[in-house]
Every structure is written in structure tokens, then in C-alpha cells.
């Protein structure tokens, strides 16, 4: 069964290095996301990515956060200038792109990010 | 705006006794409900989803989840519980339109034998 996969599982940063968290989604999908999960709280959105750009983004994606699609399977979140407060587990999802309704998103292992 | 709650934090069954987790949420159209179950270390699996059409919907591992318009409800049930069931459990919303999902926080399930 196809599936979302991460790397690395755990990342380990010093406060204000760059970090760039990556993500191949399901080969046929075309709709990407970000999510997040801090300890102990809810899961939030981030961030979608459709047709190579930003479809929608929370109040939480500022302007330290970038999303890119390097190329035809990897999808990539960076920090540029990691917090003390980016410290989660960062959750990439995908999903077909139907055409209405809310698809269907698939989860990553996720990557636990710690900011030191 | 969207949300979800989950109103049990921790829910302890025996194994064997069936289980019924509780979501409620709040959105003004026509929501498309997810459950998704977290093993720890794991990723986040897709349990169930209700779009539209029966109201009880029947997933994976045995799980079922019935919609109650009138209660703002999607609760997931499991006639019998598994030792393997223990995980932590998330109800999700989406919109008709767009793909960004609002989950509840949580409901931790533990199974004791």
C-alpha cells in the first residue's frame, strides 16, 4: 500500500539554525500539506500546496516558514531561523485533489523536530 | 470558524468490552467528519471518514462512527476491544471546499486485560 513517508524521524537544532524537514508524498497525489503537533496539544495546519504553490496557509506559517517541491517526488518544509517554540512533531500529508468535498489526507510517520 | 472537541482526554477499557469515543463539532455547512487512530511513535492512520450518504460508516479494524446531524456528533465505536487498540484517537474536520483540517485533541484510549 502506497504510503507518505518523512525524513528524518528526529531532528535535533540549535536555536536560530535553518532546518529543512522532508516529505515524499503518494506518487499520484497532488495536493500537499504541513501539519504540526506540540506536545501534549492538537494537531494544527500549517500549510497546502497545490500546483506548485501555497493554496492556504494558518497564521501559524510566517514568514520563517517556506514550502517547496524540489522536484517530482520531494516535498520540503524549512525553518529558516529555528525557536525554542518550533519544537513539535511535523506531520506531511497528502491527498488526490478531488475536485469537491474535502479529500481524503494520507499522514507521514511524522518528524520530531527539538529546538535547543 | 470550525472546531472539534473531544470531551475524554483518557478512556481506559477492558479488553474485550466495547468502546465508544466521543466527538462534537461545530461548523456552519456540510462537514466531512475523519477519524484517524495514532499508535505511539507512529504516524497518524486514516480509521474512517464520513462525506455523505449513511449516516453510520463503517472502517477499518473493526471501527465504526455514526453522524448525528442533529447532535453535532460523530462518535466511533468498537463492539470489542482489542489489547492493540490502545493508541490515541483524533476526530477531524474539514470543509466542503479546501483541504485544511481541524482536529479535536485527542482521546487517549488504554486497554487493560
Known amino acids: 500500500e502506497p504510503e507518505v513517508t518523512q525524513t528524518p524521524s528526529h531532528q535535533v537544532t540549535q536555536m536560530g539554525q535553518e532546518v529543512i524537514l522532508r516529505c515524499v508524498p503518494i506518487?499520484?497525489?497532488?495536493?500537499f500539506y504541513w501539519y504540526r503537533q506540540i506536545l501534549g496539544q492538537k494537531v494544527e495546519f500549517l500549510v497546502s500546496f497545490y500546483n506548485n504553490e501555497i493554496s492556504e496557509k494558518s497564521e501559524i506559517f510566517d514568514d520563517q516558514f517556506s514550502v517547496e517541491r524540489p522536484d517530482g517526488s520531494n516535498f520540503t518544509l524549512k525553518i529558516r531561523s529555528t525557536k525554542l517554540e518550533d519544537s513539535a512533531m511535523y506531520f506531511c500529508?497528502?491527498?488526490?485533489?478531488?475536485?469537491?468535498?474535502?479529500?481524503?489526507?494520507?499522514f507521514g510517520p511524522g518528524t520530531r523536530l527539538t529546538v535547543l | 470558524a470550525q472546531s472539534v472537541t473531544q470531551p475524554d482526554i483518557h478512556i481506559t477499557v477492558s479488553e474485550g468490552a466495547s468502546l465508544e469515543l466521543r466527538c462534537n463539532y461545530s461548523?456552519?455547512?456540510?462537514?466531512?467528519l475523519f477519524w484517524y487512530v495514532q499508535s505511539p511513535g507512529q504516524g497518524l492512520q486514516l480509521l474512517l471518514k464520513y462525506f455523505s450518504g449513511d449516516t453510520l460508516v463503517q472502517g477499518i479494524k473493526g471501527f465504526e462512527a455514526e453522524f448525528k446531524r442533529s447532535q453535532s456528533s460523530f462518535n466511533l465505536r468498537k463492539p470489542s476491544v482489542h489489547w492493540s487498540d490502545a493508541a490515541e484517537y483524533f476526530c477531524?474536520?474539514?470543509?466542503?471546499?479546501?483541504?485544511?483540517?481541524?482536529f479535536g485533541a485527542g482521546t487517549i484510549l488504554r486497554v487493560k486485560s
Open positions: 477531524a474536520v474539514g470543509p466542503e471546499y479546501g483541504n485544511k483540517l481541524v
Open positions: 500529508a497528502s491527498s488526490e485533489a478531488l475536485m469537491q468535498g474535502t479529500d481524503t489526507q494520507y
Open positions: 506518487s499520484n497525489h497532488l495536493y
Open positions: 461548523y456552519g455547512a456540510t462537514p466531512y
